[in-house]
């Protein structure tokens, strides 16, 4: 296609609001009348390959110069189409390799995915005029839409496929065979069409904290969190998801509010890893501790689900308000 060796591509497309890279660049292939792997393969070259990784974490300074000068776009945007831009929001420091806090893994083979690293609202979905996926469905915390009062999804309900809109073409001989991007890559079916579930909590005041993260992450108010509220929540998750014997802290929060524990655990699990249903369960939990941590804290300690020194265990750096409060269980005679 001549017009794409231009230095402005014919087709010039903006991100949408907090659209994901990967979504933008795949609006641009199809706009263009081209299949993803085409389209990448005439602009960035055979030998610069795109999609070999989880792009909408990784991308290469490449990408983002070549996106930023084809189609008009200031650096900048370019660059909050990607996870890294949580950088300092989310998670400290950006590391290319192993878990990244709060970012869902895609869990790449081969250019598959093998996780359920990508949410979807269908209602924002069957809202907008062009579908598209947003960066904050990559957020683990993010288990709802607070726009629509509902829950999300991280797989397809017809087949339980992953979400991968940029094989759509694959197994189609041509462009005009491929569905929309808002379509189930395996099976066909509409994501807009998936069922719209209600936003559910275990008692109201955490299911309040664990709203108004959801609702802070949005692309209007994302820079009002706080950073080190979102590492020490971290750590509880961690700590409910502990292999010590010893530390029960899960099963105690469940006690405390009369629910049943849904989380299975064999061997080392992250919550980037995990369901949406399981993530919700322990969000649930670990916003229940936040909304009056200290207190709730010490209640775990004296019910002997935790001790003080699980409570900073692999926690570098950590605030000095939540040291404050680990340091009141150091002596354990206390109890």
């Not at 950088?87 to 995915?113: C, D, N, S």
């Not at 809202?127 to 797989?155: A, G, I, Q």
């Not at 969190?225 to 020490?232: I, N």
Request: hydrophobic share 40%.
């Amino acid at each position: 296609m001549k017009g794409l060796t231009a230095p402005l591509w014919p087709i010039r497309y903006k991100p949408y609001p907090d659209e994901l890279l990967t979504s933008w660049l795949v609006r641009l292939a199809w706009g263009h009348g081209l299949k993803v792997q085409t389209f990448c393969n005439l602009v960035f070259g055979g030998q610069r390959q795109v999609w070999n990784r989880d792009v909408d974490r990784l991308a290469p300074g490449w990408l983002v110069d070549e996106l930023a000068d084809r189609t008009g776009t200031p650096r900048q945007v370019v660059y909050d189409t990607t996870l890294r831009a949580y950088e300092g929001v989310l998670y400290p420091k950006f590391r290319a390799a192993g878990t990244l806090p709060w970012i869902q893994t895609l869990m790449m083979y081969h250019r598959r995915r093998q996780g359920y690293g990508l949410q979807f609202c269908p209602a924002c979905l069957a809202e907008d005029e062009k579908p598209y996926y947003r960066k904050f469905w990559r957020v683990s915390f993010n288990t709802m839409c607070t726009r629509h009062r509902v829950m999300l999804h991280d797989r397809c309900p017809g087949c339980g496929a992953p979400v991968m809109f940029h094989r759509m073409e694959m197994g189609r001989g041509r462009f005009s065979e491929m569905g929309s991007i808002g379509g189930c890559h395996a099976c066909g079916f509409l994501l807009a069409d998936s069922p719209q579930e209600a936003i559910w909590g275990y008692e109201k005041d955490a299911l309040d904290f664990h709203v108004a993260l959801c609702r802070a992450i949005t692309v209007q108010e994302v820079q009002s969190m706080d950073l080190d509220v979102m590492r020490v929540m971290h750590q509880l998750v961690r700590l409910m998801l502990s292999r010590y014997r010893i530390v029960t802290l899960r099963q105690h929060v469940c006690r405390e509010l009369q629910v049943m524990d849904t989380v299975e655990i064999s061997g080392r699990v992250h919550l980037e890893t995990m369901s949406l249903r399981e993530r919700h369960h322990l969000l649930q939990l670990a916003s229940w501790l936040m909304v009056d941590l200290a207190r709730r804290l010490e209640g775990a300690w004296r019910a002997r689900a935790i001790r003080y020194n699980h409570m900073e265990k692999d926690f570098e750096g950590a605030p000095d308000w939540y040291r404050r409060v680990a340091d009141q269980f150091i002596d354990w005679r206390a109890r």
